[in-house]
């Protein structure tokens, strides 16, 4: 008798299937604000290079009630990000310190160290 | 009346059926049964011509993978119990050609098994009589986990990499051959950069990690393939900074 394996197709929706790949699905999305607040960044320079008169334009769009729900909305994504990436990265660097392995949650507050370390240092300079 | 659990299970046979479907199968519920035990049910007394593949019955062969209920399961490792009340759909491995019923074609993962060199590559090959390779705790400690896949195909099941892109080489595939690179007595990494740090090879995982969910023996293949990454990178500067010398 001759073998006729059955190939069955992965739908479109694959990702619908489980609440794991949903939420592989959103922390993939975020690139694209991410890469949206990017531009924003890139505007910006382009108007403040154009001179006073066009940075200020920038300035005032940036801080009208679309420009502030923009901004936040990337926050919000940029956050969601960072935070699933700080809970994947025990996996990435397994650390071994004296014979023992360092314990995932370590290497997790670390993360979150740096990142206040390096807003702070931010909001500084930035004179907030 | 003797409680029961309804089972639905994806069956093809190539010789009569173009396409698979389901059939409902009743058996007797226990509380110390598994969804392994429920099928051996169904074929001793209920439809012989029902294909699966099984045989130790305790989470160490690798044999019975299968999908309950939508997830990557073995079967000897699904307890009736955790699905009381509710019908059980056991369908073949996603991801897997189907033979027959519940048995899925693995020669695509045999093939990428073998392409990473899953074995000791000493250089120099030490002769016997200088006695056997020493290892340290801290030396086994640095690859001990990803010893433990027992090539059940679970994690190729759950990721959806390996359902979209047949040329993936797949979680415990690039586990164990992370595995031998990390071990002291191997120098095969080499080697084995040709499939493991390739497109195919770690830069096809999106690190879904669904393999590492899924995986009954707490390899981790998630986190070997996102350590390769890293080590592959470097060892790609490497090259670039400085050709002809060895990684």
Same mark, same amino acid.
């Given at each position: 008798?001759?073998?006729?394996?059955?190939?069955?197709?992965?739908?479109?929706?694959?990702?619908?299937?489980?609440?794991?790949?949903?939420?592989?699905?959103?922390?993939?999305?975020?690139?694209?604000?991410?890469?949206?607040?990017?531009?924003?960044?890139?505007?910006? =320079?382009?108007?403040?290079?154009?001179?006073?008169?066009?940075?200020?334009?920038?300035?005032?769009?940036?801080?009208?009630?679309?420009?502030?729900? =923009?901004?936040?909305?990337?926050?919000?994504?940029?956050?969601?990000?960072?935070?699933?990436?700080?809970? =994947?990265?025990?996996?990435?660097?397994? =650390?071994?310190?004296?014979?023992?392995?360092?314990?995932?949650?370590?290497?997790?507050?670390?993360?979150?160290?740096?990142?206040?370390?390096?807003?702070?240092?931010?909001?500084?300079?930035?004179?907030? | 009346?003797?409680?029961? *659990?309804?089972?639905? +299970?994806?069956?093809? @046979?190539?010789?009569?059926?173009?396409?698979?479907?389901?059939?409902?199968?009743?058996?007797?519920?226990?509380?110390?049964?598994?969804?392994?035990?429920?099928?051996?049910? *169904?074929?001793?007394?209920?439809?012989?011509?029902?294909?699966?593949?099984? !045989?130790?019955?305790?989470?160490? %062969?690798?044999?019975?993978?299968?999908?309950?209920?939508?997830?990557?399961?073995?079967?000897?490792?699904?307890?009736?119990?955790?699905? @009381?009340?509710?019908?059980? @759909?056991?369908? &073949?491995?996603?991801?897997?050609?189907?033979?027959?019923?519940? +048995?899925?074609?693995?020669? !695509?993962?045999?093939?990428?098994?073998?392409?990473?060199? &899953?074995?000791?590559?000493?250089? &120099?090959?030490?002769?016997?009589?200088?006695?056997?390779?020493?290892?340290?705790?801290?030396?086994?400690?640095?690859? $001990?986990?990803?010893?433990?896949?027992?090539?059940?195909?679970? %994690?190729?099941?759950?990721?959806?990499?390996?359902?979209?892109?047949?040329?993936?080489?797949? /979680?415990?595939?690039?586990?164990?051959?992370?595995?031998?690179?990390?071990?002291?007595?191997?120098?095969?990494?080499?080697?084995?950069?040709? *499939?493991?740090? !390739?497109?195919?090879?770690?830069?096809?995982?999106?690190?879904?990690?669904? %393999?590492?969910?899924?995986? &009954?023996?707490?390899?981790? /293949?998630?986190?070997?393939?996102?350590?390769? $990454?890293?080590?592959?990178?470097?060892?790609?500067?490497?090259? $670039?900074?400085?050709?002809?010398?060895?990684?």
């Amino acid at each position: 008798m001759s073998r006729r394996p059955y190939v069955r197709k992965v739908e479109r929706s694959w990702w619908l299937a489980h609440p794991r790949y949903v939420a592989y699905m959103a922390r993939e999305i975020t690139s694209l604000f991410i890469g949206l607040y990017c531009a924003l960044l890139v505007v910006g =320079l382009v108007r403040l290079a154009q001179g006073p008169a066009a940075w200020e334009g920038f300035l005032a769009a940036a801080s009208s009630a679309p420009g502030v729900l =923009l901004q936040l909305v990337c926050l919000a994504f940029a956050a969601y990000h960072s935070v699933t990436w700080f809970a =994947l990265t025990p996996k990435a660097m397994p =650390l071994t310190l004296r014979g023992e392995r360092v314990p995932g949650g370590a290497i997790v507050g670390a993360h979150y160290a740096v990142w206040a370390a390096v807003s702070l240092v931010v909001l500084i300079a930035a004179g907030v | 009346m003797t409680e029961t *659990v309804t089972l639905e +299970v994806l069956r093809y @046979r190539p010789e009569t059926d173009s396409e698979p479907h389901f059939q409902t199968y009743t058996a007797p519920y226990n509380e110390d049964w598994v969804v392994l035990d429920a099928l051996n049910h *169904v074929k001793d007394n209920v439809d012989q011509t029902l294909s699966y593949r099984w !045989s130790c019955h305790m989470a160490v %062969c690798g044999s019975c993978g299968m999908m309950i209920n939508g997830e990557p399961k073995l079967s000897c490792h699904a307890f009736l119990r955790d699905y @009381r009340g509710k019908t059980i @759909r056991i369908e &073949p491995l996603d991801h897997f050609p189907i033979e027959r019923d519940l +048995v899925v074609v693995m020669d !695509s993962f045999m093939a990428k098994l073998s392409s990473v060199k &899953p074995y000791l590559i000493p250089k &120099p090959e030490k002769p016997l009589d200088d006695g056997e390779h020493l290892q340290t705790p801290l030396q086994l400690m640095a690859f $001990k986990q990803y010893t433990q896949c027992i090539n059940c195909l679970l %994690c190729y099941a759950a990721c959806p990499q390996c359902g979209l892109n047949d040329d993936f080489v797949g /979680p415990a595939a690039l586990a164990l051959a992370h595995r031998y690179n990390l071990d002291s007595r191997d120098a095969g990494k080499d080697d084995r950069a040709g *499939v493991v740090a !390739s497109n195919p090879g770690v830069w096809e995982c999106t690190f879904v990690g669904a %393999c590492s969910d899924v995986c &009954p023996k707490h390899v981790d /293949p998630a986190a070997a393939i996102q350590q390769t $990454k890293i080590s592959a990178s470097l060892d790609w500067f490497k090259a $670039k900074l400085m050709p002809g010398a060895n990684s």
